[in-house]
């Protein structure tokens, strides 16, 4: 998979790199091949997203010639090796959960397991500076609206969020602020409960928590209409 400036001269068969085509934008596509029998024609046999081409002889796909790909190439990636299968327990959070703690009542919606997006952040950040942390949002009953930050490792979950800060970066930690509410749970049999204690940073005081899941986060769309990002907002339900 590459990123690259969709520019040059792409008339002919193979795209060819040209100085005098400027850029008409950014694109991803992904590399499946490559032909080298004419020395002086090689290319690369690249699939689309966009839809299959008509170029005679090419099948679909797009054919870049090596100069191409060093003149406008920004990243790439590749998979050398997979995991084997094995269980991941940390998607069990995912979900819509009722949460109740000292008292308080709330909505808490995981959507993320944390550390997902940190290949993404080491790759445009230095590697490390920047820690994916996000978990989700919790809503209170008066409808306010809180990003939340942890971790998750097998069945057991902290997170935290800040009443003082509501859009707390995706990175930021826990720094002892007064506001802020930690949750230390772990993951019950039948992954629809789950319980543990809470406290406020600076507060030695500890007390239960306890939470159910009420649901998925299920999106909902007229599938016979185009698939858009307006097609998803304020879609989701139980």
Same mark, same amino acid.
Request: hydrophobic share 35%; no cysteine.
């Given at each position: 998979?590459?990123?690259?400036?969709?520019?040059?001269?792409?008339?002919?068969?193979?795209?060819?790199?040209?100085?005098?085509?400027?850029?008409?934008?950014?694109?991803?596509?992904?590399?499946?091949?490559?032909?080298?029998?004419?020395?002086?024609?090689?290319?690369?046999?690249?699939?689309?997203?966009?839809?299959?081409?008509?170029?005679?002889?090419?099948?679909?796909?797009?054919?870049?010639?090596?100069?191409?790909?060093?003149?406008?190439?920004?990243?790439?990636?590749?998979?050398?090796?997979?995991?084997?299968?094995?269980? /991941?327990? @940390? %998607? #069990?959070?995912?979900?819509?959960?009722?949460?109740? =703690?000292?008292?308080?009542? $709330?909505? +808490?919606?995981?959507?993320?397991?944390?550390?997902?997006?940190?290949?993404?952040?080491?790759?445009?950040?230095?590697?490390?500076?920047?820690?994916?942390?996000?978990?989700?949002?919790?809503?209170?009953?008066?409808?306010?609206?809180?990003?939340?930050?942890?971790?998750?490792?097998?069945?057991?979950?902290?997170?935290?969020?800040?009443?003082?800060?509501?859009?707390?970066?995706?990175?930021?930690?826990?720094?002892?602020?007064?506001?802020?509410?930690?949750?230390?749970?772990?993951?019950?049999?039948?992954?629809?409960?789950?319980?543990? /204690?809470? @406290? %406020? #940073?600076?507060?030695?005081?500890?007390?239960?928590? =306890?939470?159910?899941?009420? $649901?998925? +986060?299920?999106?909902?769309?007229?599938?016979?209409?185009?698939?858009?990002?307006?097609?998803?907002?304020?879609?989701?339900?139980?």
């Amino acid at each position: 998979m590459w990123d690259f400036n969709v520019a040059g001269d792409r008339t002919g068969k193979v795209w060819q790199a040209d100085p005098t085509q400027p850029s008409v934008g950014t694109h991803a596509m992904l590399i499946v091949g490559y032909d080298r029998r004419d020395p002086l024609n090689r290319y690369f046999i690249v699939k689309n997203s966009w839809t299959p081409t008509t170029t005679p002889g090419a099948n679909g796909y797009v054919y870049m010639s090596y100069g191409y790909l060093q003149a406008y190439g920004s990243s790439a990636g590749y998979i050398d090796s997979i995991n084997p299968p094995h269980a /991941w327990p @940390e %998607l #069990a959070f995912v979900g819509r959960w009722t949460l109740r =703690y000292d008292g308080h009542l $709330g909505t +808490l919606d995981i959507y993320h397991v944390s550390g997902q997006s940190q290949l993404w952040f080491d790759d445009f950040f230095p590697p490390r500076e920047v820690i994916d942390r996000r978990v989700g949002v919790f809503r209170d009953p008066a409808g306010h609206s809180y990003r939340v930050n942890g971790h998750i490792v097998g069945d057991e979950i902290t997170f935290w969020f800040d009443t003082d800060e509501a859009n707390v970066r995706w990175d930021v930690e826990v720094d002892g602020g007064p506001h802020q509410r930690i949750f230390t749970y772990t993951m019950l049999d039948g992954d629809r409960e789950m319980a543990g /204690w809470h @406290e %406020l #940073a600076g507060n030695s005081t500890n007390v239960g928590g =306890y939470a159910r899941r009420d $649901g998925s +986060l299920t999106p909902v769309f007229d599938s016979s209409l185009a698939w858009n990002p307006p097609q998803f907002l304020g879609r989701w339900r139980l």
